[in-house]
């Protein structure tokens, strides 16, 4: 059974650093996109930043030139730099994974979250 665990949010004062990691684990024979949404209380979640198997990588306006999106193909782990921190960017972060599980079909995966906190 595939899962999705994340690891590294946390609290940082504005203008700092955290690194999100995300590995999936369970018999995997192909992982797709993989990357990072958040949301906040009441509101849809949106896109952070996504990467191809082949490593394009797509990210929100809002997080162009602070986060970076990386992955580790051989290991299905996708992490998130976050520079350059603002007290906006507290939200849940979660990560996702389009992938073929052994014996399944494709479909999108997801981790429980993690929190991230930024402050002032």
């Known amino acids: 059974q595939v899962q999705l665990v994340e690891s590294g949010g946390g609290l940082a004062q504005a203008g700092g650093s955290l690194r999100l990691s995300c590995a999936a684990s369970?018999?995997?024979?192909?992982?797709?996109?993989m990357g990072w949404y958040r949301q906040a209380p009441g509101k849809q979640r949106e896109l952070v930043a996504t990467?191809?198997?082949?490593?394009?990588?797509s990210y929100a306006d809002s997080v162009k030139g602070r986060f970076t999106i990386s992955r580790d193909n051989a290991k299905n782990t996708v992490f998130l730099q976050m520079n350059s921190l603002k007290p906006e960017d507290t939200v849940v972060y979660y990560c996702?994974?389009?992938?073929?599980?052994?014996?399944?079909?494709?479909?999108?995966?997801w981790g429980q979250g993690t929190q991230v906190t930024v402050s002032s």
């Open positions: 996702y994974a389009d992938l073929i599980p052994a014996g399944g079909v494709r479909a999108d995966y």
């Open positions: 369970g018999s995997i024979l192909r992982a797709f996109a």
């Open positions: 990467i191809a198997s082949g490593g394009d990588t």
